[in-house]
């Protein structure tokens, strides 16, 4: 339901457009961020990356993120849409009813610099669709039809550079156990992980931090007794990718 919603509210094409405009947020309104707000969006923007620039959370998973109350998280997403950075959807629930995960469409530079202290309404999202709209054009259809051959192209070499991803993961966990149904959950872990930051990150840089996460996790099984080598692996996998976020997100800031 969520993923639906998301690709109609999407507010960049893609990735680099949406870190360009969170570079020129910041520049425009460092001084009426505090720290809280910065890190609120950081997470927003970190899970902003599959639909680029809309991201779909619950506010206590949120504050668990940051490390903070969930008071202080409503507090810097109030600034955030103050100073015209995101826009707020809350939904609802269609079946229990009740408050369901809040979705954040953060907005580009120019809107906000349209108007910084107010929400986009439809005037303000009309030049965002004016690019799909032109798609619809009949004209269009014609042009569309040899896509079917690449597409069967790019289908092939995107499933050559997934085999060989596994084969060089494989490797990795091999050097270390040959267990092929724990190389499968480790793998299954880093896809899980890394599918929505293709695009955002160079490919190879994220396949190494998958097996350094892999030699990282077997090593410590030498310093101490590990029971569930998987969910290790994740939290190890899961903190190389922050601290990759935040180096990106620091350029960002800094710039």
Do not use: W
Request: net charge positive; proline share 4%.
């Amino acid at each position: 339901m969520y993923t639906k919603e998301s690709a109609k509210m999407a507010s960049f094409r893609s990735v680099d457009e949406l870190n360009g405009a969170i570079r020129t947020h910041i520049y425009r309104n460092k001084s009426a961020l505090t720290p809280a707000a910065i890190e609120v969006l950081k997470v927003l923007s970190r899970h902003a990356c599959k639909t680029p620039g809309v991201a779909y959370l619950k506010l206590q998973s949120i504050a668990d993120l940051v490390g903070c109350h969930r008071t202080t998280v409503i507090r810097a997403i109030k600034r955030l849409v103050a100073c015209g950075i995101i826009r707020k959807e809350t939904k609802f629930r269609p079946v229990s009813g009740g408050n369901g995960a809040n979705m954040y469409v953060i907005l580009p530079a120019y809107t906000s610099a349209m108007n910084p202290n107010k929400p986009a309404d439809d005037g303000d999202a009309t030049p965002q669709m004016q690019p799909r709209s032109t798609s619809d054009k009949p004209t269009k259809t014609t042009a569309e039809t040899p896509k079917s051959t690449g597409e069967a192209v790019i289908s092939k070499s995107v499933n050559k550079l997934l085999r060989n991803t596994y084969s060089a993961f494989k490797a990795a966990v091999e050097s270390f156990v040959s267990d092929r149904k724990l190389t499968n959950r480790l793998y299954g872990i880093y896809l899980a992980h890394t599918s929505y930051l293709k695009g955002a990150y160079d490919s190879e840089t994220l396949e190494e931090i998958g097996r350094e996460a892999v030699r990282h996790t077997f090593v410590a099984t030498k310093r101490k007794h590990i029971r569930n080598l998987a969910g290790y692996y994740n939290g190890v996998l899961d903190r190389m990718l922050d601290r990759l976020y935040e180096t990106r997100f620091d350029e960002l800031t800094c710039s």
